[in-house]
Nanobody
Framework: QVQLVESGGGLVQAGGSLRLSCAAS????????MGWCRQAPRKVGEFVTA????????YYADSVKGRFTISRDHAKNTVYLQMNSLKPEDTAVYYC?????????????????WGQGTQVTVSS
């Protein structure tokens, strides 16, 4: 069993930055691929980014490519989402996810554990 706890959300003006963190429990963090999804009101959920267990490969949705960066620190059992040049359309609840597989995926159904979510609000 893996527990994921997100933090770092908040209110920021358009053009600003935030860094989300996702702390994972358990000793097998390094064997899991990780990802971030977001859910905005009245919109379909979007898989934003993913990272392979080794950190050697990443995936980004077109909507965030060049602005967001995913990374992981195995010593801290933590995955990060650095979000720059934020836009009002980035407003959503952001969820961290872990997959019991080394390879990353951008399908939410491939992930086994989810955090409780953290709210990101970008004002115009």
């Amino acid at each position: 069993q893996v527990q994921l706890v997100e933090s770092g959300g908040g209110l920021v003006q358009a053009g600003g930055s935030l860094r989300l963190s996702c702390a994972a429990s358990g000793r097998t963090f390094s064997a899991y691929a990780m990802g971030w999804c977001r859910q905005a009101p009245r919109k379909v959920g979007e898989f934003v980014t993913a990272i392979k267990c080794s950190g050697s490969s990443t995936y980004y949705a077109d909507s965030v490519k060049g602005r967001f960066t995913i990374s992981r620190d195995h010593a801290k059992n933590t995955v990060y989402l650095q979000m720059n040049s934020l836009k009002p359309e980035d407003t959503a609840v952001y969820y961290c996810a872990a997959r019991r597989h080394s390879g990353m995926s951008y399908y939410t159904g491939d992930y086994d554990y989810w955090g409780q979510g953290t709210q990101v609000t970008v004002s115009s």
